[in-house]
């Protein structure tokens, strides 16, 4: 029998659940709680499904079955009704999905995934270009020329680095968009046929090798914090990227092996590095040792230990020495790649040192020696040739200041 507003309202809750059948596999289910929901019972391809219609009383009978018979017209048209639901509901949620939404999902997946620095980085675009730029805007209504118009305000403060960083990180969003069923199109692809020329290749400034006698000597004599110091001549012993030294835990060190194992994480290509550590290396570290040994990095920061020095104490001190424009922490690196390069040392040691990838990149994929032993001997000798021009200048000499 057909059911009847009478016998829907006087429906009393049991300690079960418990149906009251229409036609045409409408029915009410009543919960113990008291609460009346309609269900639409139905078959697709062969497999028995339920659709909720709504609740009682908000949903009448007349307006639970008129949803019924527009769920039986998509049946007899080939749809799943339960199915159409899904699609609608996520077209209004796409609709409404603002470009922060979408950013702040991209970013909340992918950051786990970085490095520390990839993160941070990220999450400084986005909060300082992108959102502020188009993150109120619903994301389907973003097109090409939007994005055009936001990257080159990137491109007229001439952080081109930045602008190629943003095209990137914007191709990806769209792409996590397209993934999640929010937009259709990717509007951020080909952004780089329309980039801002590059500028001309600047190479990081370095001294000679005939220089280096002077600015290490200025280390001494110049009014800067003993940790900076021991961090200048590490970077000039060990060639490493300055915020791989920075960052760097105790843990990571084996002093007795005189070997420091960068993990992976921490590397810009993503591969573990071992550097060889030449005895003035290994003695600058161990007094090092006394200052901070007690705090998880070596490089602990001034005001809070549980953090690494600042990016910038590096290059700040040597423009108190007199080398803005001449040498930057990054500079040590060339340095030693130039003066080895001239004494004829064997190119893959020294790129290895370098923690460089092979430009051939079939050869790089398959080229997984590590070359340790080689490039002991040859950073030793790069370290004691290092005294030599010093004229005798013991470089390992650490003046701490109170």
């Not at 929901?37 to 219609?53: H, S, V």
């Not at 190479?203 to 600015?215: D, G, I, Q, R, T």
């Not at 001190?317 to 424009?325: C, I, K, S, V």
Request: with cysteine; glycine share 6%; charged share 25%.
């Amino acid at each position: 029998m057909a059911l009847s507003d009478t016998t829907i309202r006087t429906a009393k809750p049991k300690e079960k659940i418990y149906r009251l059948t229409d036609a045409n596999g409408l029915c009410l289910e009543v919960a113990p709680t008291g609460s009346k929901l309609w269900r639409y019972r139905y078959r697709f391809d062969g497999k028995a499904k339920m659709l909720a219609l709504g609740t009682y009383p908000a949903v009448t009978l007349q307006k639970a079955r008129q949803k019924r018979d527009e769920a039986r017209q998509l049946l007899t048209e080939g749809t799943d009704p339960g199915e159409q639901r899904k699609a609608a509901r996520q077209a209004q949620r796409a609709d409404g999905v603002t470009f922060e939404t979408l950013a702040r999902e991209w970013y909340a997946y992918n950051a786990p995934r970085w490095a520390e620095s990839t993160a941070y980085k990220a999450k400084l675009y986005l909060e300082n270009d992108l959102i502020p730029g188009i993150g109120a805007r619903p994301v389907k209504a973003i097109t090409r020329p939007d994005l055009v118009e936001l990257v080159r305000k990137v491109e007229a403060r001439g952080t081109l680095n930045a602008a190629g960083k943003i095209r990137q990180w914007l191709h990806q969003i769209f792409r996590f968009g397209l993934a999640s069923g929010v937009v259709e199109t990717n509007p951020a692809t080909d952004l780089d046929v329309v980039a801002a020329p590059p500028k001309a290749t600047r190479h990081h400034p370095h001294v000679a090798f005939a220089e280096l006698p002077e600015l290490l000597g200025k280390i001494d004599t110049t009014n800067i914090n003993t940790l900076t110091r021991c961090a200048i001549r590490l970077l000039v012993l060990t060639a490493v990227r300055p915020g791989e030294l920075r960052q760097a835990p105790w843990s990571e060190f084996d002093l007795d092996g005189a070997t420091w194992t960068i993990p992976k994480a921490r590397m810009k290509a993503r591969r573990p590095h071992v550097v060889p550590l030449p005895r003035q290396a290994v003695a600058i570290l161990r007094q090092l040792k006394e200052i901070t040994g007690d705090y998880p990095l070596v490089f602990a920061g001034q005001q809070n230990p549980d953090r690494p020095m600042s990016e910038n104490t590096i290059n700040k001190a040597l423009r108190l020495m007199g080398y803005e424009g001449r040498q930057t922490g990054h500079g040590f690196r060339h340095l030693l790649s130039t003066e080895l390069n001239g004494r004829g040392y064997n190119r893959d040691w020294i790129e290895r040192q370098l923690a460089h990838g092979d430009n051939d990149e079939i050869r790089d994929t398959y080229n997984h020696a590590t070359y340790l032993e080689q490039r002991r001997e040859m950073m030793q000798a790069w370290a004691d040739s290092t005294d030599a021009q010093c004229g005798g200048a013991n470089v390992v000499s650490i003046k701490r200041k109170a």
